[in-house]
């Protein structure tokens, strides 16, 4: 099945510098791939996504690149803020190609943003 | 537009008891998936219900079940609780079985 590595598992950034996450799946027939960020007490909230015929996609200060080749796929925060303090998790998915299998995410195991003032 | 509304929020179980964990979908959502996670890890997924059938299950024993009612609200069922089912479970609704999920709070189960 697949397997989802998310890395670093921590991350310190001095306010307003960028922060970046990396993830790397194996399932090559993945193409749906999700961003959640995670506070405390509270579930994932979907914060960007891309789909594996996109090779960046862009919201404001985040974005999220794709390499197929390298199965890998990565998150930036720019300008990053105190309240960008929180656990982020990668996850990725087959989407719509099997339905028999549900839409399941596979997530990588986290990492944990804190934005220093 | 409501969100996606999981009962109780938290609760304590003693080994061997059976729980029940309730979810309300988002509106108009009619898929729900139910997800395992441990403290300081990712999520992990159980099963997924599409318009009141299984659609899909994760690498969890026969003790982990499931329903989806008529108005697309679900239950987990877990019976013969173990130590390590304490972790925060999480409900997730979608429209049909596309890759949008909504994430509930979770309940946070602890078993003793």
């Known amino acids: 099945g697949e397997n989802v590595e998310q890395h670093p598992s921590t991350l310190s950034v001095q306010e307003g510098d960028s922060a970046v996450i990396k993830c790397t799946y194996s399932?090559?027939?993945?193409?749906?791939f999700p961003w959640y960020k995670q506070e405390l007490g509270k579930g994932p909230q979907l914060i960007i996504d891309?789909?594996?015929?996109?090779g960046e996609k862009k919201d404001q200060r985040i974005a999220v690149t794709l390499n197929k080749t390298a199965k890998h796929f990565s998150l930036h925060i720019t300008e990053t803020q105190p309240e960008d303090s929180a656990v982020y998790f990668c996850?990725?998915?087959?989407?719509?190609?099997?339905?028999?299998?549900?839409?399941?995410?596979?997530f990588g195991g986290g990492t944990r943003v804190l934005v220093k003032p | 537009e409501t969100g996606v509304t999981q009962s109780p929020t938290h609760l304590i179980k003693t080994r061997g008891q059976q729980v029940t964990l309730r979810c309300s979908s988002q509106?108009?959502?009619?898929?729900v998936s139910w997800y395992q996670q441990a403290l300081g890890q990712g999520p992990q997924f159980i099963f997924q219900?599409?318009?009141?059938?299984?659609?899909g299950r994760g690498n969890f024993p026969p003790r982990f079940s499931g329903l989806q009612f008529p108005n697309y609200s679900s239950e987990l069922n877990v019976n013969a609780l173990e130590l390590d089912d304490s972790a925060l479970y999480l409900c997730?609704?979608?429209?049909?079985?596309?890759?949008?999920?909504?994430f509930g709070s979770g309940t946070r189960l602890t078993v003793v």
């Open positions: 997730a609704s979608s429209l049909d079985w596309e890759d949008g999920y909504t």
């Open positions: 996850a990725a998915s087959k989407g719509r190609m099997i339905k028999a299998a549900g839409n399941k995410l596979t």
């Open positions: 219900y599409y318009r009141e059938e299984e659609n």
């Open positions: 891309i789909r594996s015929n996109v």
């Open positions: 509106s108009g959502h009619n898929t």
């Open positions: 399932d090559s027939a993945s193409n749906y």
